[in-house]
């Protein structure tokens, strides 16, 4: 019987092992691209400041501010998505998930009045988790529906629903829908979906999925056939 080598890595390590590398290695190109940005333009000023021409300053500064956004933005949801994969079950606590939907609710009354947009909901359960990554993921999903609005005001309705031992929650829009090859990419870090000018650095649905997973649930995107989408997430009942 031949004897395992001490250097053989599990197929599960390996697979996880790519997965972090690949990680990594979109983080690090995201993170390049308004670096660049930022190290040009600041040379162009600097470029500028010895001439008598100052025209350009305004421009290239506003350059460099916004690849400053998009680095803070970028950093912001690495350390949302490193905090989610450190979610511990001992911290766990009896959490009323209406109560967290309504704070989340008012601390995106500015967004929410700005698009117009109307959200409903009904009685929501308690739920065994850690309330500071629950009411993170209702904040990713309604800011989702806000972004990925279409030409109509967003209206958005949360839902739920007791199943065998388990609560399955939903977060219905009325945007543009979803392609059925994005249902599962979109989960994926990094990735936006093309044509929406507002998307942040592409983590949020990544967050949601680990936080969710820790709790020890699942979530999923469908389509709607009237128009829009639904987020569709469980949650082990109490």
């Not at 040379?43 to 350009?56: F, G, H, I, P």
């Not at 912001?76 to 979610?87: E, P, T, V």
């Not at 704070?103 to 359960?125: F, I, N, W």
């Not at 709790?215 to 009942?237: K, Q, V, Y």
Request: aromatic share 6%.
């Amino acid at each position: 019987m031949s004897r395992k080598k001490e250097t053989d890595v599990p197929d599960v390590s390996r697979a996880a092992n790519c997965s972090v590398s690949e990680f990594l290695l979109r983080a690090c190109h995201d993170l390049r691209t308004p670096l660049r940005t930022i190290r040009a333009h600041a040379e162009l000023v600097l470029r500028a400041s010895s001439t008598t021409d100052t025209s350009n300053f305004e421009k290239h500064l506003g350059f460099v501010i916004e690849g400053a956004k998009k680095i803070e933005l970028l950093v912001d949801g690495l350390a949302s998505y490193s905090m989610a994969l450190q979610i511990e079950r001992g911290a766990f606590r009896s959490t009323p998930m209406d109560v967290l939907l309504r704070a989340v609710l008012a601390k995106l009354d500015g967004e929410l009045r700005d698009a117009g947009a109307q959200v409903s909901y009904g009685h929501l359960p308690r739920i065994l988790g850690d309330p500071d990554r629950l009411m993170q993921v209702f904040e990713s999903l309604l800011r989702n529906s806000i972004q990925c609005r279409g030409q109509n005001p967003p209206a958005i309705d949360i839902t739920s629903e007791q199943r065998a031992g388990e609560w399955l929650f939903a977060v219905s829009d009325n945007g543009p829908g979803l392609e059925a090859a994005h249902l599962e990419t979109i989960f994926r870090p990094f990735e936006r979906l093309k044509g929406n000018e507002r998307a942040g650095p592409g983590l949020g649905l990544t967050i949601c999925r680990a936080i969710v997973e820790r709790h020890g649930g699942r979530i999923w995107a469908e389509s709607n056939a009237a128009g829009g989408a639904t987020f569709c997430f469980t949650l082990p009942a109490e």
